[in-house]
């Protein structure tokens, strides 16, 4: 890892906070963000995913789906929202057990797709 001290040192505040906190990184591509959480988190999520270049909604949401089924959520249904995404995501992280998590959203643009709703439910998160 070479520099990054600032962002090294915001992410871990963010880490540390009483809080949940919710960080956004933006910046060019190949700049090195992905590159930059996974090594400040040696790769440890509650969850991640990655939205899909290029895709609509309801490839965006099948992809969100498999992740949570990855991490363990067996019965997460066919997801048609992302109200409902995200209402499974809760669903999710209530069952693991207490402490820091840390949820990894990674080309987050891409799931924004026209009308779907995508930042209305991620607020409501
Ligand atoms: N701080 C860093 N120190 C060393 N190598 C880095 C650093 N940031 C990025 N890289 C390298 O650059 C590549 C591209 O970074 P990546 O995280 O994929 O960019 P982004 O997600 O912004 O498109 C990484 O795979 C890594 O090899
Ligand atoms: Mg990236």
Same mark, same amino acid.
């Given at each position: 890892?070479?520099?990054?001290?600032?962002?090294?040192?915001?992410? $871990?505040?963010?880490?540390?906070?009483?809080?949940?906190?919710?960080?956004?990184?933006?910046?060019?591509?190949?700049?090195?963000?992905?590159?930059?959480?996974? =090594?400040?988190?040696?790769?440890?999520?509650?969850?991640?995913?990655?939205?899909?270049?290029?895709?609509?909604?309801?490839?965006?949401?099948?992809?969100?789906?498999?992740?949570?089924?990855?991490?363990?959520?067996?019965?997460?249904?066919?997801?048609?929202?992302?109200?409902?995404?995200?209402?499974?995501? =809760?669903?999710?992280?209530?069952?693991?057990?207490?402490?820091?998590?840390?949820?990894?959203?990674?080309?987050?643009?891409?799931?924004?797709?026209? $009308?779907?709703?995508?930042?209305?439910?991620? =607020?409501?998160?």
């Amino acid at each position: 890892m070479i520099g990054r001290r600032a962002e090294i040192k915001a992410l $871990k505040t963010a880490y540390e906070s009483s809080y949940s906190e919710f960080v956004t990184l933006y910046g060019r591509r190949r700049i090195g963000k992905t590159f930059l959480v996974n =090594e400040v988190f040696g790769y440890n999520f509650a969850f991640h995913c990655a939205g899909l270049k290029g895709e609509g909604m309801a490839r965006q949401l099948d992809n969100f789906r498999f992740a949570l089924r990855r991490y363990g959520h067996d019965s997460c249904p066919r997801l048609k929202s992302w109200l409902e995404a995200f209402f499974e995501l =809760e669903r999710f992280l209530e069952r693991l057990p207490n402490g820091r998590k840390v949820i990894f959203i990674d080309e987050m643009p891409w799931m924004d797709t026209h $009308k779907s709703g995508f930042l209305a439910a991620l =607020e409501g998160f």
